[in-house]
């Protein structure tokens, strides 16, 4: 019996059976029945293939809206870095975290922050003896899935660290307990702020034995345009960041692994690409390397199946954003 709680999931009434989803779910999945397509839940991972290429619209993710939070007392947002590459011309986050509190959030924690610490966290973890190398990043929910569906000899590979969105969450609620002891855990609202689905499958169902500390997920697209209504370039916000190139650079591929100062890596994005460098692995194919990180949404995060801006669009404007900060608050 599947008790896995998937966030992407089919409309029926907007399938046409096109097949076109079938030919590029990675994991065969999908197939046509009765003139529309049907998900095996046993076989899909939440990767939002599917999503990107139906014409019909018929798939969609599904994740919590803003008003789910009515219920807390204490609402932290935790914005992913893809978040800052959605908007043109930002030359500051400090206007998109103000904005994020200007909308109802009574704090914010950057999950770029968390990113630093897991970047120096992994130059020491690397220098371990004794780990099975090649180390295999274990930010990507969807990539962690795959593996434990079809390559689970590689599961031993997989880096043993929290991802960075939970490592913030944990962060983030321990400051609000210290700051604010009055404040029980069930009034606390910790909101991740996601550009793919198959965060929203981790939060859902844990990883193991493990259950999350994020207790709602907000798409990107959903709250861009309720950023888009109170942020204002003419306004000073608060000098809220807390992260540098390092952090803001996890949303692309390559960003993870160039942390590390060390060359002998590979960086891999979209679902083909992982599955081929998966069977390489697989099959002990690929030598000579330490770190290997992988992104099932093409150009990395910001290729995220919930996102608004274009991903290539969105990468050069991190790029862009990268040059007014400084390498890393959190070394």
Not at 35 to 43: T, Y
Not at 84 to 107: A, H, N, P, R, T
Not at 263 to 277: F, H, M, Q, S, T
Request: hydrophobic fraction near 35%.
């Amino acid at each position: 019996m599947n008790t896995y709680e998937h966030s992407v999931l089919l409309d029926e009434s907007k399938c046409t059976g096109c097949t076109h989803c079938l030919k590029r779910c990675p994991t065969e999945a999908i197939r046509i029945r009765d003139g529309h397509a049907v998900i095996n839940p046993v076989r899909c991972i939440d990767c939002g293939e599917c999503i990107r290429h139906c014409p019909h619209q018929a798939k969609k993710a599904v994740c919590s809206k803003i008003s789910d939070m009515d219920r807390f007392k204490w609402k932290i947002a935790l914005p992913a870095p893809t978040l800052y590459g959605q908007f043109e011309d930002l030359e500051d986050v400090d206007y998109v975290l103000q904005g994020l509190k200007d909308i109802g959030f009574d704090d914010v924690y950057e999950v770029s922050k968390a990113a630093e610490l897991v970047s120096a966290y992994t130059r020491t973890y690397l220098k371990t003896v004794g780990i099975p190398k090649p180390v295999i990043n274990s930010a990507c929910p969807v990539v962690l899935r795959l593996i434990s569906l079809r390559y689970p000899t590689l599961k031993e590979h997989i880096m043993q660290l929290l991802p960075p969105m939970e490592i913030a969450a944990k962060l983030a609620l321990e400051r609000a307990q210290r700051e604010h002891p009055e404040l029980k855990r069930e009034d606390i609202c910790v909101c991740f702020i996601s550009p793919c689905p198959g965060k929203v499958s981790y939060v859902r169902n844990g990883f193991g034995d493990y259950q999350s500390e994020v207790d709602e997920v907000l798409s990107i697209s959903d709250i861009y345009f309720n950023l888009i209504n109170v942020m204002r370039r003419g306004k000073e916000p608060e000098n809220l960041s807390e992260s540098g190139m390092i952090g803001i650079s996890w949303a692309t591929t390559g960003g993870e692994a160039s942390a590390l100062f060390n060359d002998k890596y590979l960086a891999a994005d979209g679902i083909e690409n992982v599955n081929r460098v998966l069977e390489q692995l697989d099959n002990g194919n690929i030598a000579g390397l330490e770190f290997v990180e992988l992104n099932a949404c093409p150009g990395g995060c910001v290729g995220g199946a919930m996102v608004v801006e274009n991903p290539f669009v969105a990468k050069a404007r991190l790029q862009t954003l990268r040059r007014y900060l400084p390498v890393s608050q959190n070394l």
